[in-house]
């Protein structure tokens, strides 16, 4: 299957969401007061958004506590940006900015149906994934052979698309999507962060398992170099919010747009195997209705297996619900019948548009 590779990176004039309404008591209300309409008009630098006094500031510490408890020195900064990453040749880590303030998140997740890193365990997950990264660049473990036997060649150009094996034992599984088999420098971020959590229990969980080497070997490396001082200690910040002058409306527009989908025109084939509009069934009740309600269930259930954004998979839905209603389809089996077998086909017209090449590389 194909999974797409996602890499983050128009100007306007500032706006004043508020206009010239009135205020009470003379008071201009904070961009957290502000409607969504209003909201998408303020542009990401005027956000002002800082890691200080957030949750993210807890969950740093935490993470800065995983790396003393293994005895590694070394502390990778972070700053607020669009979304995450670890910039090639920066120690650092850039964190999405709707992570920074509850009313973001809330936006985030009327935009794109999800909040990635919204609960501490899934930031958690993603704070030792990109610290992999800030470690690997510190020190500059990639250029050791040893490194490169184990992980393969970090010079190696970032696939637009890969075909991971669900049932590969050679890589750890941490992220969705079977990220670490990626790219090399991937495989390592996940292994390193499989290794750093605290308890995971990787030596148990990962018995038998090719990975098992993998992990065993950053173990010893880590160990070995975890008292040097990195031969690498740029402080930079790499697109940080605070210069970012697009809109929070035009972000989210780029931003959906990359979760698009070139969809197939019809699923009538597979809709009428489901559902029926034979006129004897014309007392049951609408496909598109049942549909709807089952919505929510379906698309967090297919992204959990697949990897693949809510977002993209809610078109598909919307796209059969609409397809439902033209064809006056309804729903004549029992609710526990129609919800598997919707499973089975989004799933499969999720997988088919993976194996088309269009899935993202997460991080």
Not at 10 to 28: E, F, L
Not at 113 to 130: A, S
Request: glycine share 6%.
């Amino acid at each position: 299957m194909g999974v797409r590779a996602k890499r983050y990176r128009i100007a306007k004039h500032s706006v004043d969401p508020a206009g010239s309404r009135a205020q009470r008591g003379g008071r201009k209300p904070h961009w957290s007061e502000y409607s969504d309409a209003e909201l998408l008009q303020v542009r990401m630098c005027d956000l002002k958004l800082s890691i200080e006094g957030t949750a993210l500031e807890g969950r740093i510490e935490r993470l800065y506590q995983e790396l003393a408890a293994r005895g590694i020195a070394f502390r990778p900064h972070f700053w607020i940006s669009d979304e995450w990453f670890s910039p090639d040749g920066v120690p650092g880590v850039a964190v999405p900015f709707y992570l920074a303030h509850p009313r973001l998140a809330r936006l985030e997740r009327r935009q794109v149906l999800d909040v990635e890193g919204g609960t501490e365990e899934w930031c958690m997950r993603i704070l030792r994934h990109e610290t992999g990264h800030a470690v690997d660049t510190a020190y500059g473990l990639h250029r050791r052979q040893a490194w490169r036997e184990v992980f393969g060649r970090f010079s190696e150009p970032y696939p637009e698309y890969y075909r991971p094996r669900p049932y590969s034992r050679s890589y750890v599984v941490h992220l969705d999507a079977w990220y670490a088999q990626s790219h090399p420098a991937e495989d390592f971020a996940e292994t390193f962060a499989v290794w750093l959590k605290p308890r995971s229990g990787w030596r148990n969980q990962y018995r038998g398992w090719p990975a098992l080497k993998k992990l065993e070997y950053v173990d010893r490396l880590l160990n070995e170099v975890c008292q040097q001082k990195p031969s690498n200690t740029c402080r930079q910040r790499v697109a940080p919010l605070r210069e970012m002058t697009k809109t929070l409306g035009e972000h989210y527009l780029e931003k959906r747009g990359r979760y698009g989908l070139d969809r197939p025109n019809a699923h009538d084939r597979d809709l009428r195997r489901i559902f029926s509009d034979a006129p004897e069934h014309a007392h049951h009740p609408s496909a598109a209705a049942l549909l709807r309600k089952m919505r929510p269930e379906l698309r967090r259930l297919v992204a959990h297996w697949t990897g693949e954004y809510q977002y993209t998979i809610d078109q598909v839905l919307i796209e059969m619900i609409d397809r439902c209603r033209q064809l006056r389809l309804r729903a004549h089996r029992i609710d526990d019948t129609v919800r598997r077998d919707m499973l089975v086909m989004l799933t499969v017209q999720t997988m088919n548009y993976l194996h088309a090449g269009n899935h993202r590389l997460a991080l």
